[in-house]
């Protein structure tokens, strides 16, 4: 960081972010693989929503860190352990049911999330949640319903289902942990107390699985460390990929 | 019928899906604009394969949409041939099965990103120098898809020549690669326009029915006279000995091109024709329980629906 | 298992206009075939508001009935205004 550089908030939007990215890195695997062209083009739309969401909160961070790193510097020339996103969105999409419950997971947390950083203390962040707040309606709407229709379908889907949401249960508790930078984030009006939102969160799970005919899962161990840059295996395979040209082409433009 | 059809495909006036048609002509539609469909999608996998590795999130976001318009494409076109009377599903199972055919361009592999460049401006230049004159083909739905899908298409040969501009004027590695890429798409793109005239063996009837306006080699000829100055301008040599300005002709002269590679990458024996086909053969089959999942939900709440 | 039903999709491009016929979707129900309509033909500001109808439920005429139907308009042409002479002096007419 440069002097008088703000790294509370630098590290804030690298969290909203690299969660943002990876995510859309991850559906973007998809791209010309769905189950139904209808879905294909479907999903690619949430991919694109949240690749253009990531760059509006990097290209912030950039600007904020002020050493003249734009989006793509922070995209493909951080190493995994600068990266900031949550651990649930690196985590493959194996099948359907698997990229259903991920962003069933993670569009209902987002939801809230902007909803609440539209009235942040800093008007560009409360102007990028807006725009993106529209976006993740739709989002949340769609994965809603496709956990229903998937849960709630034949025997398979709903066992495919059940197998997803259980799986991907631990990585949802680190969706709402506040740390030493949340709290002083929060105490400047950055953003909101994450922990907070975990009850209405819950009560929208409950509610479409109730729907689904399918389970809340029980367990109460949560993974954590992708927002400290601890994360899983899989993100060094990502961003290999990702950051390919980009590291065996130094300083090259594109 | 025939005189009278032919009278009508002749005054202008199109044809639509519940008039009377000659089998022929419903027959050469479903197989044309089924191989249309079939190349859209096929064609998404190619550019796909780079979707992840984009080098810029810029870039990322426009091949994304790039590919996710392939696939619109696609649809729209599918749903041309269930105006004829054959479910999306019949027409993909023909393609599964190996039956139905897709541009053979799209069994080339995609090996640098200047191949994105190369397909974009190369493969979508000669596509829609094919497709612009269906926009007024005889059958009503056909030309609807095509119109929109002509003006979806007219970003995606930009985006192509951009990349390749940029690579051009980029690193000294950065231009080989750019060179590399048009040396590869070259000649497969010109056989996009189909075999030549004189061994067309579906064109004059075609060209009747007004399903097809102009011919292959016209076509082609168009193709050339369009990008060699585009490829002067960005540096690059079209890897053609002869080919060169004929001011006698108004068009440039170009070199015979290889049809026995043409017919035998038809055949199955392209570098890539196995794994394309099983990639859609994998898609349907692991969506199938995704599909009949939201087919039994919609079950379950008509049947509710009723009771209630 | 069969395939997803067929979807007529009507797009209110502007305020103030009619829906139009754009094209058609396969979709398991009624939402779906919404949401579908919408990722598939407004990708790009195409539309204010979307109707769904199952192809299966249009009745259209039958091109033999085209003559029945439609020609006996033809010798009506005292229902278009340019049947009637104005004398070009005469305004707002």
């Known amino acids: 960081m440069s002097a008088g550089s703000d790294n509370i908030l630098f590290e804030y939007l690298l969290r909203l972010g690299d969660n943002c990215l990876i995510l859309s890195q991850r559906l973007s695997e998809w791209c010309g693989h769905g189950p139904v062209l209808e879905e294909d083009i479907a999903l690619t739309n949430v991919a694109l929503d949240l690749l253009g969401q990531a760059r509006l909160w990097l290209s912030y961070a950039g600007e904020v860190e002020g050493r003249g790193r734009g989006e793509d510097d922070l995209a493909f020339l951080r190493d995994a352990r600068e990266f900031r996103n949550v651990l649930l969105v690196e985590q493959s999409n194996a099948d359907y049911a698997f990229t259903t419950a991920r962003q069933f997971y993670f569009d209902a947390w987002h939801s809230l999330a902007l909803s609440e950083l539209m009235r942040s203390a800093d008007v560009r962040v409360a102007e990028i949640a807006e725009k993106a707040a529209k976006e993740v309606t739709y989002h949340l709407q769609r994965s809603s319903e496709w956990v229903i229709r998937l849960g709630d379908g034949t025997e398979e889907s709903r066992h495919r289902m059940q197998t997803a949401v259980d799986a991907l249960w631990s990585y949802t508790g680190e969706l709402f942990e506040m740390d030493e930078m949340d709290r002083s984030a929060r105490e400047r009006g950055l953003g909101p107390d994450w922990s907070a939102l975990r009850e209405r969160w819950m009560q929208y799970v409950a509610r479409t699985f109730a729907e689904a005919t399918l389970e809340i899962p029980q367990g109460t161990w949560m993974q954590r460390g992708g927002r400290h840059g601890v994360h899983s295996e899989r993100l060094g395979y990502i961003l290999a990929e990702m950051q390919f040209l980009q590291r065996a082409y130094p300083g090259a433009k594109w | 019928m025939s005189a009278e059809f032919q009278e009508r495909i002749e005054a202008g006036i199109k044809i639509e899906p519940k008039d009377e048609m000659p089998e022929g002509y419903r027959n050469t539609l479903i197989r044309q604009i089924s191989q249309h469909a079939h190349s859209e999608i096929v064609g998404q996998l190619p550019e796909g394969n780079w979707i992840t590795r984009a080098p810029t999130l810029k870039r990322k976001a426009i091949l994304l949409a790039k590919v996710q318009d392939e696939a619109g494409h696609g649809l729209y076109l599918y749903a041309a041939v269930e105006t004829l009377g054959v479910t999306r599903e019949q027409t993909i199972q023909d393609l599964l099965s190996g039956k139905a055919k897709y541009s053979s361009i799209f069994n080339y592999p995609t090996l640098t990103w200047a191949d994105i460049g190369a397909i974009g401006w190369l493969v979508d230049g000669a596509a829609i120098i094919n497709q612009i004159p269906i926009c007024r083909c005889s059958y009503g739905p056909y030309a609807r898809a095509m119109v929109r899908i002509c003006k979806e298409e007219t970003f995606h040969q930009r985006q192509g020549f951009e990349i390749m501009l940029t690579l051009a004027r980029g690193t000294p590695e950065q231009k080989a690669m750019a060179q590399d890429a048009l040396n590869r798409w070259w000649w497969p793109s010109l056989m996009m326009h189909g075999p030549p005239d004189a061994d067309s063996k579906h064109s004059a009837q075609s060209m009747a029915w007004k399903i097809k306006l102009f011919s292959n080699d016209e076509l082609r000829q168009k193709f050339v006279d369009q990008i060699a100055p585009q490829a002067d301008f960005l540096g690059l040599k079209i890897p053609d000995p002869d080919l060169k300005w004929n001011p006698e002709r108004g068009h440039y002269d170009f070199g015979p091109i290889d049809w026995n590679e043409f017919y035998s990458v038809i055949q199955g024996n392209g570098p890539c024709n196995r794994e394309r086909l099983q990639a859609r053969i994998d898609a349907h089959r692991q969506g199938a329980w995704v599909r009949d999942a939201a087919a039994a939900y919609a079950a379950k709440q008509r049947a509710k629906a009723r009771v209630a | ?93």
């Open chain 3, 1 to 93: 298992m069969s395939e997803w039903p067929l979807w007529e999709v009507f797009i209110r491009s502007m305020h103030g206009l009619a829906h139009k016929h754009v094209g058609s979707l396969h979709a398991p129900d009624a939402e779906m075939a919404i949401r579908n309509a919408r990722d598939v033909y407004t990708r790009r500001n195409e539309g204010v508001s979307i109707w769904v109808v199952r192809s299966s439920d249009i009745t259209a005429s039958s091109p033999g009935d085209k003559e029945a139907l439609f020609e006996p308009a033809n010798s009506k042409v005292y229902r278009h205004p340019t049947f009637y002479e104005v004398p070009d002096e005469v305004e707002n007419l």
